[in-house]
């Protein structure tokens, strides 16, 4: 069975930086594509950042220049850089994998920056 497990949360001040980690049990080569999530209180869950196993990346207007995402193949992890965090960037973060037959979601990590 798949699991994904994220850490790195937390409260940050604006202007700040926090780096998430997704940590998948079996191999990352089984999830050719890899992505993160937020939502945030009332709002959809939404795509922050994504990233195939050609090293394609996309990501949210919201986050583009200041948040950067990257795996790991040999550790089997997949990370969030956050930089120059803003409070609108509050939400509980997910990561996703993707393989051919299914997705597999993580329990969430929460991210509070504060004004």
């Known amino acids: 069975q798949v699991q994904l497990v994220e850490s790195g949360g937390g409260l940050v001040q604006a202007g700040g930086s926090l780096r998430l980690s997704c940590a998948v049990s079996?191999?990352?080569?089984?999830?050719?594509?890899m992505a993160w999530y937020r939502q945030a209180p009332g709002n959809q869950r939404e795509l922050v950042a994504s990233l195939t196993s050609g090293g394609s990346t996309n990501y949210a207007d919201s986050v583009k220049g200041r948040f950067t995402i990257s795996r790991d193949n040999a550790k089997n992890t997949v990370s969030l850089q956050m930089n120059s965090l803003k409070p609108e960037d509050t939400a509980v973060y997910y990561c996703?994998?993707?393989?051919?037959?299914?997705?597999?979601w993580g329990q969430g990590t929460q991210v509070t920056v504060s004004s």
């Open positions: 996703k994998g993707s393989s051919i037959l299914k997705d597999y």
């Open positions: 079996g191999s990352l080569f089984s999830m050719p594509a």
